[in-house]
């Protein structure tokens, strides 16, 4: 069985599909990452038929425990830490066996922290990416502001005073922008499926 289609089999077979409002979005997650999350596990176990097993697992695991993820949560890093589990709880029950070589604890955790700063400077990334584009769509007008009140060391009075404005009209104008650009970074990552 492939990760592909296991966990939508899995969840057939836990009988969670009656309920469509979270199972929508843990699906949802789930199939973006799927392909991060399995690998994450083949890399710690080596094995495609343990990593299968593995990934069920986590895949209960994390079904189980959805409603611990906060609703902007880092799904990925949490469904790792999930797998870092359930593999350190394999290897102790592998270890029993005289053959099983495996890596220690100390190992996955630094595994777990390196996949985790990189898929944390990735998203730093796309956030940067995600805030030029949208810089890009603002209206010239805010773009001159914007790069007035960040790259010069003028103050917001003597940009106030040098464009005409008032401080409270240039303060007004700045946390709009700003909103505006947040809301498009949002959105940018969203259907990036990156939020």
Request: with cysteine; hydrophobic share 35%.
């Amino acid at each position: 069985m492939t990760p592909l289609s296991t966990h939508q089999e899995l969840m057939r077979d836990a009988n969670v599909t009656a309920d469509f409002g979270p199972s929508d979005r843990f699906m949802d997650l789930v199939t973006r990452h799927q392909h991060q999350l399995y690998g994450f596990i083949f890399a710690l176990v080596h094995n495609s038929a343990d990593a299968d097993d593995l990934y069920q697992q986590v895949l209960i695991v994390l079904w189980k425990k959805f409603d611990s993820l906060p609703p902007e949560g880092d799904f990925l890093r949490w469904a790792w830490q999930a797998a870092r589990y359930e593999v350190l709880n394999f290897w102790r029950r592998k270890e029993r066996r005289p053959s099983h070589v495996g890596l220690s604890e100390d190992l996955v955790e630094d595994i777990v922290e390196r996949e985790s700063r990189q898929a944390e400077a990735d998203r730093g990334l796309e956030r940067r990416r995600a805030l030029n584009e949208c810089v890009k769509r603002l209206p010239e007008k805010d773009r001159e502001l914007l790069e007035t009140c960040y790259t010069t060391d003028l103050q917001i009075k003597q940009i106030a005073e040098k464009i005409g404005r008032s401080s409270q009209s240039i303060c007004n104008s700045l946390r709009r922008i700003r909103s505006a650009l947040f809301e498009c970074i949002h959105r940018r990552l969203s259907t990036e499926g990156l939020s």
